[in-house]
């Protein structure tokens, strides 16, 4: 299966301590997500508000995520008010990530709170968890009001067509160049930042040794000091994002098998054969005794 990459930057506008993360992969990323579910029969029940609302949530996610000096494992999981489903979606420390929808009762339906929990988890360290009431259904700004509350730093969120950037306050910036642009003027005001104008892509085909091996050269690079510099811009790391999901019938089994007998004989019901869908990716798995 074919998983095409999504190149991003991270910069810094050191000027007005300033960090923006842009991709121009949002083509690639959502062509990602679409090939995974093929593959798999997966999402063909999703609304079009769903797809929406999944496919901003996995873009806002992801510049999310690549705003930090360390990588790590994110978890989403959002309940809009007066929604009958709610979102997740998971950003894996090598750049993968996946998402779904999941059915909540009717009476969500008339919830008009909403709830949204991010947990972080950094190797060799402990979990964080944030939990917020949202101040707003719309993706991005809930993903702005996650920085502004739980990190302390007010972000910005621009997205279109083709392109995603998240701007970064670092502490004692000069936040007033961009907190109040519109997401068009936002995108235009980054552009104007870099001297050639246009940030190129390489096309290609997932492979996972190339890829890491690529990354992790220019990642080396950029970390000895000689980071490439774009008119005011200072570009200090290279990532890759695609979609995938790291469950497979082993892990199930595995799963199954840790629970006391008990619960095994309920899962099971007296039949050979059992379907187990993935928490994350709602790939259907099936097991056999």
Not at 48 to 68: K, N, Y
Request: proline share 3%.
């Amino acid at each position: 299966m074919d998983r095409p990459l999504a190149l991003y930057r991270r910069y810094f506008w050191e000027k007005k301590n300033i960090i923006f993360v842009y991709t121009a992969s949002v083509d690639k990323l959502l062509a990602s997500r679409s090939n995974y579910n093929t593959a798999f029969t997966i999402g063909a029940s999703e609304t079009p508000d769903q797809r929406r609302d999944l496919e901003e949530l996995m873009l806002c996610a992801s510049l999310a995520a690549e705003s930090q000096m360390t990588r790590e494992m994110w978890g989403w999981t959002v309940r809009l008010p007066f929604k009958s489903y709610g979102l997740f979606c998971g950003v894996e420390a090598d750049g993968s990530l996946c998402c779904r929808t999941t059915s909540l009762p009717k009476a969500a339906r008339n919830d008009v709170i909403g709830a949204i929990a991010v947990q972080r988890v950094e190797e060799n360290a402990p979990v964080r968890q944030t939990m917020l009431i949202p101040r707003d259904t719309k993706i991005r700004l809930i993903v702005e009001q996650y920085f502004d509350e739980s990190e302390q730093l007010p972000a910005r969120i621009a997205l279109s067509a083709t392109e995603g950037l998240l701007a970064l306050s670092m502490p004692q910036a000069a936040w007033q160049e961009v907190g109040d642009l519109s997401e068009k003027d936002l995108l235009a005001k980054f552009h104007t930042l870099l001297s050639d104008g246009e940030i190129h892509e390489e096309t290609q085909v997932y492979d996972e040794a190339d890829v890491a091996a690529r990354v992790k050269a220019q990642y080396e690079k950029l970390k000895s000091g000689s980071a490439l510099s774009h008119g005011d811009l200072k570009c200090t790391h290279e990532a890759v994002f695609f979609y995938d999901c790291r469950c497979s019938g082993e892990q199930m089994t595995r799963m199954i098998t840790s629970l006391p007998e008990a619960q095994q004989k309920d899962l099971w019901k007296g039949t050979n054969e059992l379907s187990i869908e993935c928490p994350r990716c709602g790939r259907t798995h099936i097991l056999h005794k």
